[in-house]
């Protein structure tokens, strides 16, 4: 279960394990995630979101101008990153793409 993904930003490839995550994203699609690697795997935490290579300049426009033009590494790293990415996300209508199921049938 899992499957091995790309982290675009840092140039790194990751284990991801997650409950139906390879039946619900195509070979080459973006998506926008916390990451938390607890051991030799890496396990999404939050909302994901879409992610079009388009949306990194709008982002990085609303970082602070020493973060928004360092390295896509130090950008991904900054404390307000995941905040930026969601704000674009919602703007560009992308989110709309999103459904979620309620797998415990509650």
């Not at 279960?1 to 394990?17: E, Y």
């Not at 020493?66 to 990415?85: C, I, P, Q």
């Amino acid at each position: 279960m899992g499957l091995i993904a790309t982290d675009i930003l840092r140039n790194s490839k990751v284990w991801l394990l997650g409950v139906g995550i390879e039946s619900s994203i195509d070979d080459g699609e973006l998506i926008a995630t916390r990451l938390l690697t607890p051991g030799a795997f890496s396990m999404t935490a939050g909302v994901m979101v879409p992610f079009e290579i388009e949306m990194l300049e709008p982002i990085c426009m609303l970082l602070p101008q020493r973060v928004g033009n360092s390295k896509l590494s130090r950008v991904a790293d900054d404390r307000r990153f995941a905040e930026a990415v969601y704000k674009v996300a919602l703007a560009d209508g992308v989110m709309d793409r999103v459904g979620y199921l309620d797998l415990a049938g509650g």
